[in-house]
């Protein structure tokens, strides 16, 4: 069963650093990243990265947001800067394998204070 672990959210004042972090079992992912959700909100892309290591990333984390992956531990990290309280959420780790199945990780709370 495959199993996604996530871990570093917590709480930090507004232009505080966190590191997220997210250790995928077994199989080999073709994708993986990061999505979020704030309170009433729908779940948005924040960042995700592929094998090949090519990147996507949200409008509004741009330039603040490092999403980068180490392939040979199956584990994907998420450096955020200049964080705002706009950043707040649950913040979900994702994978897609090669056969375009996907798998979700049950969430890290990120909270920005202002």
């Known amino acids: 069963q495959v199993q996604l672990v996530e871990s570093g959210g917590g709480l930090v004042q507004a232009g505080g650093s966190l590191r997220l972090s997210c250790t995928a079992s077994?199989?080999?992912?073709?994708?993986m990243g990061w999505y979020r959700q704030a309170p009433g909100t729908q779940r948005e892309l924040a960042a995700t990265?592929?094998?090949?290591?090519?990147?996507n990333y949200a409008d509004s984390v741009k330039g603040r947001f490092t999403i980068s992956r180490d392939n040979a531990k199956n584990t994907v990290y998420l450096q955020m800067n200049n964080l705002k309280p706009e950043d707040t959420g649950v913040y979900y780790c994702?994978?897609?394998?090669?056969?375009?199945?996907?798998?979700w990780g049950q969430g890290t709370q990120v909270t920005v204070s202002s």
């Open positions: 994702y994978a897609r394998t090669i056969s375009r199945i996907d798998y």
């Open positions: 077994r199989t080999i992912f073709s994708v």
């Open positions: 990265i592929t094998i090949g290591k090519t990147t």
